[in-house]
């Protein structure tokens, strides 16, 4: 069975530094990987996906995603953050053929200036 | 192109009366489906559909209904609402889920609070 799970329910850097949002996966085939945002009061939009081409998938705004098959993690990261990054990230998991996909419980990504 | 839109963007409902939530998308996709997005729990899978006259439970159905006539529509009905079902819900096609390269698309959400 397919699950997903977002190791910190909120996380707090400092504008300019670099960010990490965790997700552990199981799944019984090859999974489809993905993460969403989520800004304050609007929908849901696709930040990255994994292909099962590249281990290291690059995303929209800076951010970018480690497919590590031996440890079950899809974590999240950017270099650098900036207040703009302020949402919630979702890490979503699906399986081929299953319609059904898996969502992590999120991550709020909080930006101090 | 409009993609996926969504109405109401807000309701109240008191217990036990009915309303439909509207869902339409202008991309062609097969797929869609309904979410309900509570504090802490991420999104749930009401029902989806994967394709015209097809439509299949999710992981929280009890208490809705859908149909899809068509490719662009998948409405949502509460058939009785209760405040338990107080919720953001969001309806999302894609051209086919499950794939990596079919990733799917939101509506804006509908805020829905049951008294």
């Known amino acids: 069975a397919q699950s997903v799970t977002q190791l910190d329910s909120h996380v707090s850097v400092s504008e300019g530094t670099p960010v990490l949002l965790r997700c552990n996966y199981s799944?019984?085939?090859?999974?489809?990987l993905f993460w969403y945002v989520q800004h304050p009061n609007k929908g849901l939009q696709l930040l990255l996906k994994?292909?099962?081409?590249a281990t290291l998938v690059k995303g929209i705004n800076g951010f970018e995603a480690e497919f590590k098959k031996s440890e079950t993690s899809f974590h999240l990261t950017k270099p650098s953050a900036h207040m703009s990054d302020a949402a919630e990230y979702f890490c979503?998991?699906?399986?081929?053929?299953?319609?059904?996909?898996?969502w992590g419980a999120g991550t709020k990504l909080i930006i101090k200036p | 192109n409009a993609g996926v839109t969504q109405t109401p963007k807000f309701q109240v409902l008191k217990t036990g009366q009915s309303m439909t939530l509207q869902c339409a998308q202008d991309?062609?996709?097969?797929?869609m489906s309904w979410y309900r997005q509570d504090p802490g729990m991420g999104l749930r899978l009401i029902h989806y559909?994967?394709?015209?006259?097809?439509?299949d439970q999710g992981e929280v159905p009890n208490g809705y209904n859908v149909s899809r006539s068509t490719t662009e529509d998948f409405p949502l009905r509460l058939l009785s609402a209760a405040p338990s079902q107080t919720s953001v819900y969001f309806c999302?096609?894609?051209?086919?889920?499950?794939?990596?390269?079919?990733?799917?698309?939101f509506g804006n959400g509908t805020r829905l609070t049951v008294t």
């Open positions: 999302a096609s894609s051209y086919q889920t499950g794939q990596a390269n079919s990733p799917l698309h």
């Open positions: 994994y292909t099962s081409a």
């Open positions: 991309m062609n996709h097969e797929y």
């Open positions: 979503v998991v699906s399986e081929m053929g299953n319609y059904q996909l898996i």
């Open positions: 559909s994967v394709g015209a006259g097809i439509t």
């Open positions: 799944s019984s085939y090859s999974p489809s």
